[in-house]
């Protein structure tokens, strides 16, 4: 649908949910509006507009948390308010604490937690991950091993990174992981160790990563040693 197409129609919903008697025709427009506006990206601060009046006005209908979500994105994304969108997402969750995507919901909800500053939020959020999604668990404790590290507290660090070693032997989270254990053991000094988690996952990283990392490590060891090319 064009732009302009899409602007008549939020514009025709929008007239529906002023006018209508029946409530039912109200609710439904002014979800349709709002949904239009997001989808079609006309005019964020009119879809922000309409979801908020949809959460206000039909805080019961089923829906609730897709607008949430919704809204979440768009304080994020176009207005640059991860805060707002942390609020969001977490009233999202609860809202609809079984639904599918709810452990995805409060991953990012530590995301914007921590994109706004708010360390202890964001470690909450991803905690709570752990303890009630096991599905998002990998991800919760890559994001605290990060910002373990960010905070300068390896040791931390390692023990997340090392739990999802152990629990994904294989894929992208035990890549990671095992990156992040190199790191943390070169940060603590022992740069034996940082080479050795490197050569557990050679073979899944490309060549030319694989390559600095390790001779970073061993021109440090040099360093240590003394030693000279």
């Known amino acids: 649908m064009a732009t ?21 025709h109200r609710r439904e427009a002014t979800w349709r ?37 919704a809204l979440a994105r768009i304080e994020w994304q176009d207005f640059r308010q991860p805060d707002r969108a942390a609020r969001q997402y977490t009233w999202a969750v609860l809202a609809s604490p079984a639904a599918p995507e709810a452990s995805d919901w409060l991953q990012r909800a530590g995301d914007a937690w921590l994109a706004a500053g708010r360390t ?9 991950v752990i303890a009630d999604y096991p599905t998002g668990v990998l991800g919760a404790r890559l994001a605290m091993a990060r910002l373990a590290l960010f905070e300068g507290d390896p040791d931390r660090a390692f023990e997340h990174f090392q739990e999802v070693a152990v629990a994904q032997a294989r894929g992208t989270e035990a890549t990671l992981a095992r990156l992040g254990m190199s790191l943390c053991r070169e940060q603590l000094g022992d740069l034996d160790a940082a080479l050795a988690e490197l050569d557990v996952v050679a073979d899944e990283l490309p060549y030319e990563v694989l390559q ?7 021109e440090r060891q040099r360093k240590v040693r003394g030693e000279t090319r």
């Open 120 to 128: 202890d939020q964001a470690r909450s959020a991803w905690r709570r």
């Open 212 to 218: 600095q990392r390790r001779e970073r490590l061993i």
């Open 33 to 69: 509006a709002a949904s239009l506006a997001n989808d079609g990206q006309v005019d964020p601060q009119e879809a922000r507009r309409l979801y908020r009046t949809f959460l206000k006005s039909w805080p019961e209908d089923p829906r609730i948390s897709q607008a949430r979500v």
């Open 4 to 24: 302009g197409g899409v602007i008549e129609a939020v514009s025709a919903y929008e007239q529906v949910a002023r006018r209508s008697m029946w409530p039912g």
